[in-house]
């Protein structure tokens, strides 16, 4: 009787499995992922990241362009504006400003939206009706013109600013919400929830508000990148968060008339709106695939 034939696998080689590994990496937003980190990270801990006050400058130091370019300073390593202010700083502690109002706005945004489309979508009828007549109304007025309309009334403030931002984000929220309930309380376990006496506070946090948990993150990553922009259009416009504060949209604002002679003054706080912006939309579409059972599918 013949012996048994052992069967010897050889590992892979080393090169191999390296280049196997950084090929898997593509499924991953890394790119994108490590410029929202350093957006985080940025706005958070400003104070102690900023090389200079960013409010403060003088006259003497106006106009410097950045290091690499022929008169620049190592000082300043993004140069300095009009009024001799760091670029590098103000960037930073822009973060910072552009990091507070997308967080509050999306707080305050997303807690009125949930709640709203929670209601229409279980209630439905005429509070139904009523609740997606105000999202239809609210999605027809344009953002920046109400906005403009609001800050001239009321004045301009951060806390103005959050306000009109979260009344421009949560139709959204409602909307997905209301259209996610609306399939969910048909559903088997929200019956027997019924059937066992559960009460309808119950069954809607605790059975079907589950449920929509994705879709508020996948739409929460989405809406960052929108408030950062309408953010940023506020404060080019005048509207934004009240000046000496530094802010990204003002800081363009900035630096529009003298980009023949000072262009790092637009362009250094477009580029961090760009790639902020352009991040955290890819960043969302990773998570969209990767949430969505359909699409997952198709992936892997």
Do not use: C
Request: charged share 15%; hydrophobic share 55%; no cysteine.
């Amino acid at each position: 009787m013949a012996a048994d034939a052992t069967l010897v696998v050889q590992p892979a080689p080393a090169p191999a499995r390296i280049a196997r590994k950084i090929w898997r990496l593509r499924r991953w937003p890394l790119i994108p992922m490590f410029f929202l980190v350093l957006f985080v990270i940025t706005g958070v801990f400003a104070p102690l990241i900023a090389p200079h006050d960013p409010e403060r400058g003088g006259l003497r130091d106006r106009n410097l362009p950045p290091a690499w370019e022929a008169g620049g300073s190592s000082e300043f390593l993004l140069g300095t504006d009009h009024l001799g202010r760091d670029m590098l700083s103000r960037v930073i502690f822009g973060a910072r400003i552009s990091l507070a109002v997308a967080g509050v706005t999306l707080g305050v945004g997303m807690v009125i939206g949930v709640a709203s489309g929670l209601i229409a979508g279980w209630y439905g009828g005429w509070l139904d009706e009523f609740l997606m007549r105000i999202v239809d109304i609210k999605l027809a007025i344009p953002t920046i013109l109400l906005a403009l309309v609001l800050v001239l009334a009321l004045g301009q403030s951060f806390l103005i600013i959050v306000a009109i931002l979260a009344i421009a984000v949560w139709p959204r929220f409602a909307r997905n919400v209301r259209g996610e309930v609306l399939q969910l309380k048909t559903m088997d376990f929200v019956a027997l929830a019924k059937v066992a006496g559960a009460s309808t506070p119950r069954i809607l946090f605790i059975h079907i508000f589950p449920g929509v948990i994705n879709t508020l993150i996948v739409l929460a990553t989405l809406e960052v990148g929108i408030v950062i922009l309408l953010e940023s259009t506020l404060s080019f416009l005048g509207a934004g968060v009240p000046p000496p504060t530094p802010a990204w949209g003002s800081m363009v604002s900035d630096g529009r008339d003298r980009l023949a002679v000072a262009w790092w003054i637009s362009t250094m706080p477009g580029l961090a709106i760009m790639l902020v912006v352009l991040s955290m939309n890819l960043f969302g579409d990773w998570l969209r695939d990767r949430l969505d059972p359909r699409l997952r599918q198709l992936n892997t």
